[in-house]
Each structure stands twice: as structure tokens, then as C-alpha cells.
């Protein structure tokens, strides 16, 4: 199966440390999605990548989170200093760049932060 | 800003049931909308998606219709299965390739 890919699946994590995530997308999907979603609720956008270039973030995305996406192909989402909100799922999704065409987003199966 | 409301649920449904999950948006311009699903312990996916106004999206048996005119994106289908216990989403993309704005999600049980 070459679906998004995230790893860890699970992270447990004391309050004030930092955090990883990785994300690998389908394989020549040029664009990256991170989202986060909190339980009872939909996804919310953080940021994307087109390529190497991250092109928008959220003003939900605080000086405390930073993504990359080196070399275009899998990207990390680190979290610095970790606070109790920030207790989440975190998904990766990634899609085509079809011009002209709607393209689908696909998801991968989220990082669960959880922060003590 | 842009915006996506679902009905809340949880939706309790028995077997071979009629389903409606109701979706409205707020954006300008002209979205693109979808339906995602997430079952249990799995990761969201694509269930069907419309581009333009009047489009329908369709597949497994489910259905919805890009109303332009009352900003509406309501999923249904004719028979509920115990299998399409789940939680759905709605939501929109302003322009192709960008985010993804959702609505806060609508858990379906259905009981045989």
C-alpha cells in the first residue's frame, strides 16, 4: 500500500518538551497538508507545502510549531515546549497538482499527541 | 472567513433507514465541496466530492447536490447499512489545491 504515511502513531509527552511528527506523502504528490484535529471536532488547516515551499500557515500555528519539507518529499512537524492544548490528532494529507482540476486531498492515519 | 455547519448528531438510525446529514457553507466565490468519512480507528477518507453548482457527487450509495442557491451540500443515502457506522464531514475548498475548511463533523450509528 503506497497511501500518506505518519509515524509515530501515538506520542506521549510531559509538558514543556518537544515533539516530532513525520509525514510521508504518496509518492509524487506535490503538495503537503498538516491539519489538526481535537476530539469532537473536524480538522482544522495548519499548513501546506507545494514541493519544498510552504506556502500558507494558520494563524493557528504558533512560533512554537515549525513544519519542513526538505527535499519536497517527506515533511516533519516539530512542536516546541509542548503545552497541555496542544493535545491533539495530527494529520498529514497530501495530493496531485492536476492544472485546472480539483484534486483530493488523502489522508494519512494522524500522530496522537497527548501532553501531560 | 470561510465556514462549513453540519448538523449535530450523534444520528441514530436503524438498519435500511433514509439518511440526510444536513451541510451549509459560507464562502465567496465558488468552492468545491466534498464529503469525507472517518469509521472507526481509521483515517479520514474521500467519499465523494462536487465541483460546481448542480453537480451531484455519488459513490456507495451515497449522494449530495452542490446547491448554489441555499449553500447546501446535504449527504444522503436510501438504506443505511450497520457498515456505514462513522463520522462524516463536510467541507470546502476555495481553490484547487488549497485547504481544506471543514465542518465539525456528524457521528452516524446505525442499529440493525
Known amino acids: 500500500d503506497t497511501g500518506v504515511s505518519q509515524n509515530p502513531r501515538h506520542k506521549i509527552t510531559k509538558r514543556g518538551q518537544n515533539v516530532t511528527f513525520r509525514c510521508d506523502p504518496i509518492?509524487?504528490?506535490?503538495?503537503l497538508y498538516w491539519y489538526r484535529q481535537t476530539l469532537g471536532q473536524g480538522p482544522e488547516f495548519l499548513t501546506y507545502?507545494?514541493?519544498?515551499?510552504?506556502?500558507?500557515k494558520s494563524r493557528l500555528l504558533s512560533d512554537r510549531f515549525s513544519a519542513e519539507r526538505p527535499k519536497g518529499s517527506f515533511s516533519t512537524l516539530e512542536i516546541q515546549r509542548t503545552e497541555q492544548g496542544d493535545s491533539a490528532m495530527y494529520l498529514c494529507?497530501?495530493?496531485?497538482?492536476?492544472?485546472?482540476?480539483?484534486?483530493?486531498?488523502?489522508f494519512g492515519p494522524g500522530t496522537r499527541l497527548t501532553v501531560l | 472567513g470561510d465556514s462549513v455547519t453540519q448538523m449535530e448528531g450523534p444520528v441514530t438510525l436503524s438498519e435500511e433507514a433514509f439518511l440526510t446529514i444536513n451541510c451549509t457553507y459560507t464562502?465567496?466565490?465558488?468552492?468545491?465541496l466534498f464529503w469525507y468519512v472517518q469509521y472507526p480507528g481509521e483515517g479520514l477518507q474521500l467519499l465523494l466530492k462536487?465541483?460546481?453548482?448542480?453537480d451531484k457527487g455519488s459513490n456507495k450509495g451515497f449522494e449530495a447536490t452542490y446547491r448554489k442557491e441555499t449553500t447546501s451540500f446535504h449527504l444522503e443515502k436510501g438504506s443505511v447499512q450497520v457498515s456505514d457506522s462513522a463520522v462524516y464531514f463536510c467541507?470546502?475548498?476555495?481553490?484547487?489545491?488549497?485547504?481544506?475548511?471543514f465542518g465539525g463533523g456528524t457521528r452516524l450509528m446505525v442499529k440493525p
Open positions: 494529507a497530501s495530493s496531485p497538482l492536476l492544472a485546472g482540476y480539483t484534486d483530493t486531498q488523502y
Open positions: 509518492s509524487e504528490h506535490n503538495r
Open positions: 507545502f507545494q514541493n519544498e515551499a510552504q506556502l500558507e
Open positions: 464562502a465567496t466565490g465558488y468552492p468545491s
Open positions: 462536487a465541483t460546481k453548482a448542480d
Open positions: 467541507a470546502l475548498q476555495r481553490n484547487a489545491g488549497n485547504m481544506l475548511t
